[in-house]
């Protein structure tokens, strides 16, 4: 997996699952509804690209990655304007 190659390993993923924030939603993206979530843990800040199967009841990891701190407010919330 990509995530890997970003060094956020797959428990820091999922001890962080209690704590995030939902910081873009994309209700009409191409296959399923997702959202773009905030998180952390072990002061490690990093996004997961969540995608909602509401007819299987599941949710899929798209991506996760760090944010960018060029494309990203200081709160790594908010995108920059451009």
């Given at each position: 997996m990509?995530m890997?190659?970003?060094?956020?390993?797959?428990?820091r993923?999922l001890?962080?699952i209690?704590?995030?924030?939902?910081?873009e939603?994309?209700?009409?993206d191409?296959?399923?509804?997702s959202?773009?979530?905030?998180?952390?843990?072990?002061?490690?800040?990093f996004?997961?690209?969540?995608?909602?199967d509401?007819?299987y009841?599941?949710?899929r990891?798209?991506?996760?990655y760090?944010?960018?701190?060029?494309?990203?407010?200081?709160?790594?919330?908010?995108?920059k304007k451009s």
């Amino acid at each position: 997996m990509r995530m890997e190659n970003r060094f956020i390993s797959r428990q820091r993923i999922l001890s962080s699952i209690d704590r995030f924030e939902i910081i873009e939603d994309y209700p009409d993206d191409k296959y399923l509804p997702s959202c773009l979530v905030f998180s952390m843990h072990e002061n490690v800040t990093f996004h997961i690209l969540f995608a909602l199967d509401v007819q299987y009841k599941n949710v899929r990891i798209v991506t996760v990655y760090r944010p960018d701190p060029g494309i990203w407010e200081k709160d790594l919330k908010r995108r920059k304007k451009s």
